[in-house]
Nanobody, 121 residues
């Protein structure tokens, strides 16, 4: 059973920083693309940042230059460094990974449970 566990969320003042982490476990053979998404109350879930297996990154225009996604393949971890946070960044943040398990023929997308980020003005 694959599990993704996010951590690092919390309350921060506008202009502050947070670093989110996401740890994957459970019979993992390989992790392909990974990404961070967020969902604010009353809004649809949106892509924040993504990183491919070979390290190519992409970002939502709203976070470009402020957020940095990275991964540690040896530890099955993905991170999101968030700087210059704004109240508009307030949301539940979810990590997502495309994972192939040792016992599976195909890879599947798995999601974490989410971590709350609140930015006060």
């Amino acid at each position: 059973q694959v599990q993704l566990v996010e951590s690092g969320g919390g309350l921060v003042q506008s202009g502050g920083s947070l670093r989110l982490s996401c740890a994957a476990s459970g019979g993992i053979f390989t992790i392909n693309a990974v990404s961070w998404h967020r969902q604010a109350p009353g809004f649809e879930r949106e892509l924040v940042a993504g990183i491919s297996s070979d390290g190519r990154t992409n970002y939502a225009s709203s976070v470009e230059g402020r957020f940095t996604i990275s991964r540690d393949n040896a530890k099955n971890m993905v991170y999101l460094q968030m700087n210059s946070l704004e109240p508009e960044d307030t949301a539940v943040y979810y990590c997502s990974m495309n994972i192939k398990r040792h016992t599976a023929a195909l890879s599947y997308v798995y999601w974490g449970q989410g971590t709350q980020v609140t930015v006060s003005s």
